[in-house]
């Protein structure tokens, strides 16, 4: 890492720092039931900043052997763990932001029963296929000869139906334009994490600081721009 990855890793560390904080405070001074998104985009930016300081302080790689490139596994962790809750608070978003959404947030109500809760199916689906993008990314990075592009399709595949999903995805009236506002900017940014990955683990045509610099960006508009929405914006009624 040279000067303008360093540079710029700090800057994302003071950022996600500020939002994680911003957004805990905002869910501590609420009533307690309706603490829950607010907490949750907290601990996304919180998760981010640790990630960054891992890599500030020069940790989260490994050098690899055919190339002796440092690869950054720890942001693949970040993202594993922050991946289900982004589309959570999404599937939250697009139940209409109502007391429902706080005391069942695993759950829809059944068609049939409209008294009874069930589990929200789209949310497993959803949570599960972003891990298996994320950990098919990772695999394929750590992989020298041409196998690598097996895993890379393997999460383009898993991929898809997310964005089907987040693209095709009903709200109700009252949020609709919160959902189609914080759907899209994850839908762009999640689309521009294969071309980088394609770039960078793929191909090797990226440096440290050029890919440290992209990250950053993704991650003020992924997660710190996106977090303040999801806390500010007026989507989430009693």
Not at 9 to 19: K, Q, R, S
Not at 85 to 114: C, M, Y
Not at 129 to 134: E, N
Not at 193 to 201: N, Q, R, S, T, V
Request: charged share 15%; glycine share 8%; net charge negative.
């Amino acid at each position: 890492m040279g000067k303008w990855g360093s540079i710029f890793i700090f800057i994302e560390f003071i950022l996600l720092l500020l939002g994680a904080f911003l957004f805990l405070y905002e869910a501590w001074i609420r009533e307690p039931e309706d603490r829950l998104w607010y907490a949750v985009a907290g601990v996304i930016n919180f998760i981010g900043m640790c990630s960054s300081f891992i890599i500030m302080c020069g940790g989260g790689y490994h050098v690899r052997c055919w190339d002796q490139r440092h690869f950054y596994y720890i942001r693949y962790v970040e993202w594993m763990l922050t991946a289900p809750q982004i589309l959570w608070i999404l599937q939250g978003v697009a139940r209409g932001g109502g007391p429902d959404t706080r005391e069942h947030p695993f759950s829809v109500r059944e068609p049939a029963k409209p008294l009874d809760f069930i589990i929200d199916a789209n949310l497993i689906f959803l949570a599960v296929a972003s891990v298996m993008m994320i950990t098919a990314g990772l695999v394929g990075s750590f992989v020298e000869d041409g196998t690598k592009w097996i895993f890379f399709a393997f999460a383009m595949l898993a991929f898809f139906p997310i964005f089907v999903i987040l693209c095709w995805t009903r709200s109700e009236p009252r949020t609709g334009l919160a959902y189609q506002i914080l759907s899209r900017i994850i839908i762009f940014t999640w689309c521009l994490y294969p071309i980088l990955w394609f770039f960078d683990e793929g191909l090797g045509l990226l440096s440290i600081d050029t890919e440290i610099v992209l990250f950053f960006l993704l991650t003020l508009m992924g997660k710190i721009f996106w977090g303040a929405l999801v806390v500010f914006l007026p989507w989430q009624h009693s």
